[in-house]
């Protein structure tokens, strides 16, 4: 297993550092510049069904949920579709009332989470069409969704979800756009995303460079025993898995929040012991978030703020500054991840957790 470590200590590193390569995967032989969208070989429906879907329903557990919930926002920008996501343990007992042109999609790393499955069978059973976005080829989900997308992220050992995540939000994106294709998006605005879209490895390429900073605002934060997530919009999700991914392997206590919401709550957890971690990068909402930022400080908090590698505002606010590439909103949540994932990963070792192993957890959740 020392070969596979490949010299990382943990199977959680490498598949952090993996990122840029495991994100060019994802979109290899997708992007179609002549037609300005993504291409798929196995989505098994026709253009003209996929026009007449009137709603999506995306269903997911854990961290593939938290990508749902960034192609909620992907999917109502450039697919203008109405989109619900919905945790697959809940979906599976809900009698929701939908047309038949509700499309259903499925998302998970493993294609054997058992509530997910669950939940696709049952939508089947109501006759609607599905889609699974999967990573492990030939997995049961995978198998029995009417069409679907792989990642091509390769094995994902590490129990807390790193590269399978942010490949997750590659493929999402490359679906919106080519619904989007099919709908409303204008042919510039489609070559528009895919310049961004491959431009995106070498931003990733840049944020694991955050390695050294997160490991020192590890060092000054390891002990703390609560911590909040906030962000706005695209990095509302972004603030939940990164909460996630802290409590996963560190066994500290985190909440993600949207950041204008905490005042209903989290807000009351504010002491010089609980640091706040702001998703920031210059965007829609970065003057929203600013000020929700400020809000921390006058209590007391601590704040840790990920921000673009030219911003000078919210770095004034923070106390702890980790600069990453910018991108388009709807790629933040990719590009952010990263410093999250590795200020949770050198918390946990700091702390001598198990990383790649956390109590309580499995890799893949097969029982109810
Ligand atoms: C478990 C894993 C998580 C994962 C979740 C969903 O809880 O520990 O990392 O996000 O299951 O798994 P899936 O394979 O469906 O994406």
């Known amino acids: 297993s020392q070969v596979e470590l490949g010299g990382f200590p943990h199977f959680m590193l490498k598949e952090i550092f993996e990122q840029p390569e495991t994100i060019r995967n994802a979109m290899r032989g997708r992007l179609d510049r002549e037609q300005a969208t993504a291409v798929f070989g196995g989505l098994n429906l026709e253009p003209r069904q996929l026009r007449s879907i009137d709603r999506m329903v995306l269903t997911a557990c854990g961290t593939s949920w938290h990508a749902a919930m960034v192609a909620e926002y992907m999917i109502e920008e450039f697919a203008r579709l109405p989109v619900e996501v919905e945790y697959a343990s809940e979906l599976r007992y809900r009698n929701p009332p939908m047309s038949p042109l509700t499309l259903l999609l499925a998302i998970t790393q493993s294609g054997e989470t058992i509530d997910t499955l669950a939940a696709l069978r049952e939508m089947k059973r109501k006759g609607h069409r599905s889609l699974a976005i999967c990573n492990v080829v030939g997995s049961t989900i995978a198998r029995e969704a009417d069409g679907g997308v792989y990642l091509h992220a390769g094995p994902e ?16 994106a490359l679906i919106a756009l080519h619904l989007g294709r099919l709908r409303h998006l204008s042919y ?8 961004e879209l491959e431009a995106l490895a070498a931003s990733v390429e840049k944020a694991l460079e955050t390695n050294d900073m997160a490991r020192h ?16 919009q695209y990095n509302f ?5 990164g909460a996630l991914k802290l409590k996963e ?10 950041a204008a919401e905490m005042k209903h709550g989290p807000i009351a957890l504010v002491d010089e012991h609980t640091p706040s971690v702001f998703i920031v990068p210059q965007g829609a909402v970065y003057e929203k978030v600013l000020a929700n930022m400020e809000e921390i400080r006058a209590r007391g908090g601590p704040v840790i703020a990920i921000v673009d590698e030219d911003d000078e505002r919210a770095s004034q606010i923070a106390d702890e500054v980790i600069r990453v590439p910018h991108v388009a909103d709807y790629l933040q949540p990719i590009v952010t991840a990263i410093p999250l994932q590795l200020l949770a990963y050198h918390i946990a070792v700091l702390r001598g957790c198990d990383v790649d192993k956390p109590r309580n957890l499995a890799k893949s959740v097969t029982v109810e």
């Open 249 to 258: 392997i560190s066994y500290i206590h985190a909440e993600g929040y949207p």
């Open 237 to 241: 999700p972004t603030a939940l898995e």
């Open 188 to 195: 510039e605005a489609g070559l528009r995303i895919i310049d």
């Open 217 to 232: 605002v590890a060092g000054r934060y390891a002990g703390c025993d609560n911590f909040l997530y906030l962000g706005r």
């Open 157 to 172: 050992i590490g129990v807390a979800s790193t590269k399978a995540f942010t490949s997750q939000c590659v493929v999402l």
